[in-house]
């Protein structure tokens, strides 16, 4: 079974040795299916589902793989076209005259009843001009197809073109996998498994209750115009270019409010209706070559692996509490008399650094010299001459218990 023309129907031993290649590295872990008994059927959540489709088969699924690899060129080709518009590969005119047009469907949406019109037009502009470069013949052909010309072409297995559509294929496998196993961990959220459910059920609740009122009032043509630009802004070359310090200067307040909300949701009724404050301390380490940050190279005259203190960050030796590579958890820190941890939440990173003007990394450390000063959120390189250290800031709530 050929997946291209008939005339293709014997396949060269190269190209017979790439698909089965392919389509045996990827079969060869598979369990065996189970026998169908006459029936294919799937199980899925007590129901019957694709009961009309063909049963699991090895050739049938070497015969689909082959004819799916010559025919998705169209599907890759379109996908291309998009994002040459919406990366702005072909400079910003061609771009801009893509966000027109949009601009113009959403101040008159009826007209976008003629997209399909305007489409089926412009193919068939193409294709005559390809078909008839020099100008009509005298007479059309009627009803039936001529042989040279076909205005779709696949390619042949082992050709450039087939390669690139297994490539495209290939990127897309990677690209549907990264996207579940990004949107998977937040999943749990939505099912009753975790604190976060019930918050996010009464805030849809809410907000659909408030929503019904004003639907009447917004307005839907000036919505979709700023929904559908709003993708061509962020992936403007300028925006990309200043997109990631902006984010690492917002990133870090947002998830500090959404993990307070998390944690004030957990309080309980007792910790509402005491005084609470806020404890603090500082995780200090040094940098040595062979053995990269740790507590065990702080030197004899830094300060200890974990201090307290309001500007403990700065003065060394200040209210030490720890020493050596231990977690935070294990401190022995002490409290005031009548003041208690607050037993729903634990130890968190302060990712603000709202006690010096460097804007921490992604784990929350702030990059220091070897004195402990000029504090940066990356270390500067002149820096591993003398030494570098870093620390960073961990806070957790207390409250008062009678």
């Known amino acids: 079974m050929s997946p291209t023309s008939p005339k293709d129907s014997v396949t060269s031993p190269s190209r017979f040795n790439i698909s089965s290649m392919l389509l045996t590295q990827a079969l060869r872990s598979l369990p065996t299916p189970p026998p169908a008994n006459g029936q294919n059927v799937r199980q899925g959540g007590g129901q019957t589902l694709m009961s009309a489709k063909d049963p699991l088969s090895i050739p049938i699924m070497s015969a689909n793989f082959r004819r799916f690899i010559s025919k998705c ?21 061609y771009t801009a005259s893509w966000m027109a047009a949009y601009a113009f469907f959403c101040y008159f949406p009826r007209l976008a009843l003629l997209i399909p019109h305007i489409i089926l037009l412009h193919i068939l502009f193409t294709t005559y001009q390809s078909r008839y470069p020099d100008g009509a013949p005298d007479s059309l052909p009627s009803g039936t197809m001529t042989e040279d ?12 073109d087939w390669f690139a559509n297994l490539q495209a294929v290939q990127n897309l496998m990677g690209t549907i996998s990264d996207a579940y196993d990004f949107v998977s961990p937040y999943l749990v959220h939505l099912s009753w ?6 918050p996010l059920f009464a805030f849809t609740l809410l907000s659909l209750f408030a929503m019904i009122p004003v639907l009447y009032f917004v307005p839907l043509r000036l919505l979709f115009l700023v929904l559908g630009l709003t ?8 925006t990309l270019s200043v997109l990631p310090s902006l984010v690492g200067l917002v990133a870090p307040h947002v998830k500090a409010a959404v993990q307070k ?19 603090s301390v500082w995780e200090n380490q040094r940098w040595a070559a062979g053995t990269g940050w740790s507590a065990s190279n702080l030197r004899p005259d830094d300060r200890k692996a974990w201090t307290v203190g309001e500007e403990s960050w700065a003065i060394a030796n200040r209210g030490e509490i720890g020493a050596g590579q231990c977690n935070v958890r294990d401190l022995t820190f002490p409290l005031p008399s009548g003041w208690k941890f ?7 990173i302060d990712f603000c650094a709202n006690w010096h003007q460097a804007i921490p990394d992604q784990d929350g450390w702030v990059y220091m010299d070897s004195s402990w000063t000029s504090p940066q959120t990356v270390p500067r390189d002149e820096w591993k001459v003398a030494g570098i250290t870093r620390c960073r800031k961990w806070a957790r709530r207390i409250y008062f218990s009678k």
């Open 73 to 93: 060129g169209p599907v890759f080709w379109l996908q291309d076209r998009v994002e040459e518009v919406v990366m702005w590969r072909n400079g910003t005119t």
């Open 149 to 160: 010309f076909a205005p779709v072409t696949q390619p042949s297995e082992g050709t450039p």
């Open 193 to 198: 498994s975790t604190s976060t459910t019930a």
């Open 231 to 238: 993708p061509f802004v962020i992936t403007h070359p300028y």
């Open 261 to 279: 909300a998390v944690n004030d949701d957990r309080l309980r009724e007792e910790h509402w209706r005491s005084r609470m404050a806020t404890v």
């Open 342 to 348: 607050v037993g729903t939440e634990d130890w968190s």
